[in-house]
Structures are given as structure tokens and as C-alpha cells.
């Protein structure tokens, strides 16, 4: 007998039955938390009386495609009204009043209740039954309600017909998953044999996916990692182990790389559903974003015709990378960005950057806001050392006086609610100030929140949000979008605001702001995890393992699995320039030297090489010494903000058997750094300049503090291991593959010492330490001789 699937009342009233169009000045959700909605939600069950029976869940079996399904919701309350009616009760709560929301918005939660009154009918076998919606407005706690009087038969035709039109996409459903499976179990390795490691890689993955664990895997660039836990990924969910995948990844660069491992399965008949998420932003038809159906002809009446548009996607394509879900949307005039959310329901792999599960505004609601008892998806997070920084910036929130003042001055004098708004809260802003003031400091940081702040700062949000839908031809819009956005963001913040956090305060440059930081993100992260039945969390730098596992959330009883490296050790020669130092007080003393070095390396063997820095000042220097000293040698140098069709010209250069050599000045850390493909002869060689710490500033100095008092390693927590990763990811670009051959020069004294050498990965066991140029140039003359 097969399984019992279960299908939430909510989620099938909102596929089958949602119309109208996309209009960002009106949503379904409330920006008030699920904490506050449950609160208010407890507030109206509790005046309503001890004979209103609140949260009753309701469910009903019922036979489609063959097949028993359980529809299944929760009622808010059930109740005898004076009249001795039965009433259920469904309670909505949003900023807008009654009277502002559309008329779709209504339909939908009457649709919603409808059904529930269906299956009490069916339950207690009542011939009528009176359903009620009561609507909180946050904003105004005022309370508006409708009730409506429904036959038992007049429901049971509402909801045959609902299930009935849903039947076609849960026989689409089963259909597509018996033709996935088989070919996953068919499926063989694409590319024929395993590299070194790549076997022992995809066998622990597997593992950890059947024992639903976590693990953290470093494998060398060059090891195939994204092949290696993709397919015994898809092998597990074949045996369905889970239901799908999602592939999270940091650079757009990367998720090529899953795109390209997909097509290479399906060329050894892999049956999947794959889709690549593309940021709004650039994936929007318009010239300027503008998500309402007056501007955007693909918002208006998005609803009305998506389902047909998924009908026509999901039964002629598979995989859905951007230009096929612009193909679609186009053809059917949906909005693209929204159509790539809805397929990725249907899908089996999810291709996408990471906020999408870890951000705590922008995540992906439909696969992660419930915590379900029965957890179907796994996550692959590619180059999980960039999840570090990611994942502080994106639990942590500012807000500037001087945003706020400076949209005061744009508005005119009618906007008063906004107005005294702005200065409220500017008003805490000078409270704060005085208090740096008082303290003759620039700058203050406490454990605790401002509490105050957020009180206000909550207050302008709500306001702002009455104020959107009735001002979307006001001049100013972006800017207060823009201001809105910010206190939303910190507003959520505060919501996960503890011990991991601290509040700075920053009175510089006539401005004055406030940051909610969260130092230690591992515990957020690790309630992210924990939605998924299993985690892969890889990268070609995670040493040492055991700070990646404690920072990125994996807990005490993560496993930990470390690839050697593949390729012959003989292929890259790594040299510590011990002579040159490159700390801020011995800088200017190191100029010659490096141009010396620099120079010493492209002369031993006509190519293609890297320089990377700390900092784009010590880079400009060294860029414009080196092409006076070498004035025949072709150069370029990273600039300062790059688009995507820039850095591929930029890389363009790199050229297979160049016939002329080629120096490229770049920032260690920045875009060339890492996630750069550049094998065979396009890239012979990296000089790497210093050890790569960040440089000291007041987040560098709380991050150190907090892992001191935790750990007593707080410098190597926030400045050694930080700076070591962006180090061993510039080395990484030179040697990509077995057949290639290349020089990585590290020159620091700092790398000779035992707290960094400690943070070497073991391939690396083979580095040789220079004491002068001679030495150098003698160790890469025989290095080319011997390649």
C-alpha cells in the first residue's frame, strides 16, 4: 500500500485558486514575526471565551490518481454562537486596514476556511455551518469581522471541485517521480572513472545523507567537488531518501559549475528537474524594477495565468536555467523572477545563492517557514569558507541618522505621520549621540540591545507600510523603499538578538549609526541546517576543520572528511620569500623587493601570472614600480568595481600558450581570487602579498574579544585563520588539474612562522623557504628544467 502524503489546506487553496497580480504595495504576510502573529492570535482566542476551542486541527482522507491523500489544516477556534450556530473562526492579521485589502487577498482566506468548514461538516455530519473571518489590523488594533452561512453540499462542491483540478498535477507528480527514479538508478558516474578521491568523497556523502548528519569536506581545487556530492546526492533522493536538493553557492561562477555537472548526467540519460535562481534584479524585464501591475505588464494578472504557464514549462523542459524560464515567461507574460520561485516547488535540484536558505528576510518561505516533522531536503553548500562573513553580515543590521534626515528633508510638509516618525526617531539618534558625547568616544559598543531604538524604529515601519500603497507616483518612493527595507531588516534582527550579538555605535563624519552585530552566527546557521535531513558543506579551504565546523554551525557531532590532494607534488613549487617583510611599519622597505621578486618570477618562463594584495594601495604602488622596471611586459590591474562583462575581459587575456608574458595586479580576497578557472598554461604562476589578515577595525577587534573570553583564541578566530583562507584560495588558482604546472610565491617572513605554518593545508608540506632572490630564482630555474 503506498504511502499516505499529506497536503496542507493552505498550499493547495493557494495553487489552485490564487489570481490577481503581483503588487509589492500589497501582501499576504504580515511584517509583524510568527512570534507576535501567535501572540495576537492567543489575545483574540482568550476574549473570545472558555467555550471557543482554538487550534483544532482538521483533516480528511479523500482518493485521487489512485492514491489516499490526507488534506489537513488547523482551524484558529470552533465555536456555538448565541444563535446555537457552529462557527469556525479563521483570524488574519496584517498592518493594512480591512478596507484596503483586495479582493482577492479576502477570497483567499475565505477559501481557506471554506475548506475547513468542509471537513467539520463532513466530521460532525452538519447540514450547515457558519464560517467566520476575523481580521486584526496591527497598526490600529482595530478588529473587523465577517461571517458567512454555508450548506454542508454547498462546501462539498467547493471542495470536490478544488481537489478534483488539483488531481491533474499530482498524477503529473507521481508520473515525473517514477521516471526520476528509474533513471537515477540507472544513472552511472558521467565521467566515466573517478579522480583521485572523488569515490571515498561521494561514498561519505552518501553515508552522511542515509545517517542524516552533517559534513564538512576540504578537497583541493581540482578534486571535482561538485560532481562528487551531487551525484550520490541524486543517487539518495533516487532511493528516496529526500525529496530534492538544493545546490547553495556564493558566486554566480559556481553555480554554472552545478549547471554544467547536470548536463553532463543528462547526457548519461538523467532524468531531473533543475532550477537556477536569479536575483530579482537581474533577472527583471523592465529598465527600473517596479513590482506593481501599473508599471509591469508580467505583474498584472500574474496569477491568472501562472498555472497554465507551469503546465506548459514543467511538460516540455527540465531544465530550467535562466534563459529557459525567460523563454517561458516571456511567452506566457509572467514575471520571471516569480516564475523560477513557483517551478522550484516542482523541482528536484534547486540551483541557488545562499540567502535563499540562510538569510532570515529573503528565504525561501514556501520550502523553510514551517518546521515539518518529516524533512525532505538535503543541502549542498558549495565554498562554504565565504558562509563565514556572509552569514554575519546577513544576521546583523545598521541603521543611519543621516538616511533618515536627509528623506525627512525630501518630503513635503503634508506627510506628517511620516515626518514625526523620522523625528522620533532621530530624536534617539541625538539621545544616543549625547551618550558618545558624555563618554568623549567615537564610538560604543554594549551587549544589550537598544531597545528603544527598535521600539521606534518598529513604530516608522508600520507607518511607512500604510503609507506605500497610497504613494506609489511619489517622487520620493525609492528612498523611503529604501529606508523601509532597512528598518524592516533591523526590526527582524532584533527578533534573534542574544548573547551571540552586540550594538555598536559609530559617531563619525557628522553621521551617527547603530549596528546590531552578530558576532557568532554558528547557532543560526545550525537552525537553518537543521531544516534539511542531511548537510554537505565543502570548499577547497576549510583548515582547520574544526573552526569551519564550530563557526558555520555544525555542533559537536558533525563528521569531518579531508581529501589529500590529488595531483603530483612535483607539478607546483611553493616558496616562502623569508626576506621580505611586509607588515605596515616595514611596507615602504618592501617595495623593491617585491618588484625584484616579481620580476625574478616572469623571467625564469614565458606566461601567464597573478600578484595578489592586502589592500589596494599597497597594489596601485607596487603596479606602476613594476611597469617602470619592466616597461616591455604586458600588464593589467583590478579596478575598484567590476561588472560581470568587465572581469571576463579582464580574464580574456589569460590565453592558452601565450606569446608574450602577461602580469595581472589583483586584490587578495576580491573577484580573482577565487572561483577563477584558469587551467593548463592561461595561469603559470601567483606571487601572494602578505598573510592576508583583515585589516584592524572595530568589528575585526569584537570578533576578537568575543572568541577570547570564549576560547582564548581570538587573533588567530579573527584575523589568522580569515587571512590564511584568502591565502590558500589565491594559491589555489594555479594548479587546477593533473597536467598542470606552476610557481605560488609567498612572500612574508609571517608564512616561516609556527602560528601560521599551523594553519598550512597538509599538501602544502612540501613548501621550501628562500633566504634571498638568488635562492629563489635558483629553486624556479630548476623547477622549469624538471617541467
Known amino acids: 500500500m503506498p504511502n499516505t502524503q499529506r497536503i496542507a489546506v493552505r498550499k493547495l487553496v493557494e495553487f489552485i485558486l490564487r489570481r490577481g497580480s503581483i503588487d509589492a504595495r500589497y501582501t499576504n504576510t504580515s511584517e509583524h514575526t510568527a512570534l507576535e502573529g501567535a501572540k495576537i492570535h492567543r489575545k483574540l482566542q482568550k476574549a473570545a471565551g472558555d467555550s471557543y476551542q482554538k487550534e483544532i486541527k482538521l483533516a480528511i482522507d479523500i482518493e485521487l490518481n489512485q492514491q489516499t491523500y490526507i488534506i489537513e489544516g488547523r482551524a484558529d477556534g470552533i465555536f456555538i454562537d448565541e444563535q446555537e450556530r457552529t462557527v469556525i473562526d479563521e483570524i488574519k492579521t496584517s498592518e493594512p486596514a480591512f478596507s484596503e485589502l483586495l479582493d482577492e487577498q479576502i477570497d483567499m482566506f475565505w477559501y481557506q476556511v471554506m475548506c475547513y468548514g468542509h471537513i467539520y461538516c463532513q466530521q460532525e455530519e452538519l447540514d450547515m455551518i457558519t464560517l467566520q473571518l476575523t481580521y486584526y489590523q496591527t497598526t490600529t488594533e482595530e478588529i473587523t469581522r465577517q461571517k458567512k452561512e454555508f450548506t454542508k453540499e ?78 550520490p546526492t541524486l543517487k539518495a533522493i533516487g532511493e528516496e531518501q529526500a525529496e530534492r536538493v538544493f545546490y547553495l553557492t556564493a558566486k554566480t561562477i559556481t553555480r554554472q559549475v552545478a549547471e554544467d555537472a547536470v ?29 506593481t501591475p501599473e508599471a509591469c505588464p508580467f505583474a498584472n494578472g500574474y496569477y491568472d495565468r501562472l498555472n497554465e504557464g507551469l503546465w506548459d514549462l514543467l511538460n516540455n523542459e527540465n531544465q530550467f536555467t535562466r534563459e529557459v524560464i525567460e523563454l517561458y515567461a516571456r511567452k506566457h507574460t509572467l514575471c520571471p523572477f516569480e516564475l523560477s520561485l513557483d517551478v522550484s516547488l516542482w523541482c528536484d535540484l534547486v540551483i541557488c545563492d545562499y540567502n535563499y536558505l540562510f538569510d532570515p528576510v529573503v528565504y525561501l518561505r514556501r520550502f523553510f517557514e514551517e518546521q515539518t516533522e518529516v524533512k525532505e531536503n ?83 515601519a508600520e507607518k511607512i507600510k500604510e503609507w506605500l500603497p497610497e504613494n506609489q507616483d511619489h517622487t520620493e518612493l525609492n528612498q523611503v523603499l529604501t529606508i523601509y527595507f532597512d528598518l524592516l531588516n533591523y526590526t527582524k534582527i532584533s527578533d534573534s538578538y542574544d548573547d551571540h550579538y552586540c550594538t555598536y555605535v559609530n559617531c563619525q563624519n557628522y553621521d551617527i549609526s547603530v549596528k546590531q552585530f552578530c558576532i557568532d552566527p554558528s547557532y543560526l546557521l545550525q537552525q537553518k541546517l537543521d531544516k534539511g535531513k542531511a548537510s554537505i558543506l565543502f570548499s577547497a579551504s576549510l583548515t582547520p576543520l574544526d573552526y569551519y565546523q ?31 617583510q611586509t607588515t605596515y611599519k616595514e611596507r615602504e622597505k618592501s617595495y623593491n623587493k617585491i618588484i625584484e621578486s616579481l620580476t625574478n ?66 586584490v587578495l580576497g576580491g573577484i580573482f581570487s577565487e572561483g577563477i578557472d584558469l587551467k593548463g598554461s592561461r595561469l603559470i604562476g601567483t606571487a601572494i602579498v602578505g598573510v592576508g589578515l583583515p585589516q584592524i577595525n572595530h568589528e575585526q577587534e569584537l ?85
Open 601 to 666: 618570477m616572469i623571467q625564469q618562463k614565458k606566461g601567464n601570472y597573478f600578484v595578489f594584495f592586502p589592500s589596494y594601495s599597497y597594489m596601485d604602488i607596487i603596479y606602476e614600480m613594476f611597469r617602470q622596471k619592466n616597461p616591455t611586459v604586458k600588464t593589467k590591474i583590478q579596478a575598484t568595481m567590476m561588472n560581470e562583462a568587465e572581469r571576463e575581459n579582464f580574464l580574456a587575456d589569460f590565453v592558452s600558450e601565450p606569446k608574450e608574458t602577461l602580469v595581472a595586479f589583483c
Open 378 to 460: 538535503i543541502f549542498l553548500v558549495d565554498e562554504v569558507h565565504n558562509l563565514v562573513n556572509r552569514s554575519r553580515e546577513m544576521y546583523s543590521a545598521v541603521l543611519s541618522k543621516s538616511k533618515l534626515s536627509t528623506l525627512k528633508a525630501l518630503l513635503d510638509k503634508k506627510q506628517t505621520k511620516l515626518i514625526r516618525g523620522i523625528s522620533k526617531i532621530e530624536k534617539e539618534f541625538d539621545r544616543i549621540k549625547q551618550v558618545c558625547e558624555d563618554e568623549a568616544t567615537e564610538f560604543l559598543h554594549q551587549k544589550e540591545p537598544i531597545d528603544s531604538l527598535v521600539k521606534v524604529a518598529y513604530s516608522l
Open 154 to 231: 454547498e462546501l462539498k462542491v467547493f471542495f470536490d471541485d478544488l481537489t478534483q483540478r488539483y488531481e491533474q498535477w499530482l498524477i503529473f507528480k507521481a508520473n515525473w517521480r517514477t521516471i526520476r527514479n528509474q533513471s537515477l538508478k540507472k544513472l552511472p558516474f558521467p565521467y566515466g572513472d573517478y579522480r583521485a578521491g572523488q569515490r571515498e568523497l561521494a561514498v561519505a556523502v552518501y553515508k552522511t545523507i542515509l545517517s542524516d548528519q552533517k559534513l564538512f569536506v576540504e578537497a583541493p581545487t581540482g578534486t571535482g567537488k561538485t560532481i562528487s556530492t551531487l551525484f
Open 550 to 580: 564550530e563557526v558555520l554551525g555544525g555542533g559537536e557531532e558533525s563528521l569531518r572528511y579531508r581529501i589529500p590532494s590529488p595531483f603530483p607534488k612535483e607539478n607546483q613549487l611553493l616558496v616562502i620569500e623569508k626576506y621580505i
Open 263 to 291: 548536463e553532463a548526467m543528462k547526457q548519461k540519460d538523467l532524468k531531473l528537474k533543475s532550477v537556477t535562481l536569479t536575483a530579482k534584479d537581474k533577472i527583471c524585464f523592465l529598465t527600473e524594477r517596479n513590482c
Open 703 to 787: 570578533i576578537k574579544g568575543y572568541y577570547d573570553l570564549e576560547k582564548h583564541l581570538g587573533f588567530q578566530f579573527a584575523y589568522q585563520i580569515p587571512g590564511m583562507n584568502k591565502v590558500l584560495q589565491a594559491a589555489g588558482r594555479v594548479i587546477r588539474d593533473a597536467a598542470d604546472q606552476g610557481v605560488v610565491l609567498l612572500l612574508d617572513q609571517r608564512f616561516s612562522s609556527a602560528p601560521v605554518q599551523r594553519l598550512f593545508p597538509p599538501h602544502w608540506n612540501v613548501v621550501q623557504t628562500s633566504y634571498s632572490p638568488e635562492q629563489t630564482k635558483q629553486l624556479m630555474q630548476r623547477f622549469w628544467q624538471l617541467n
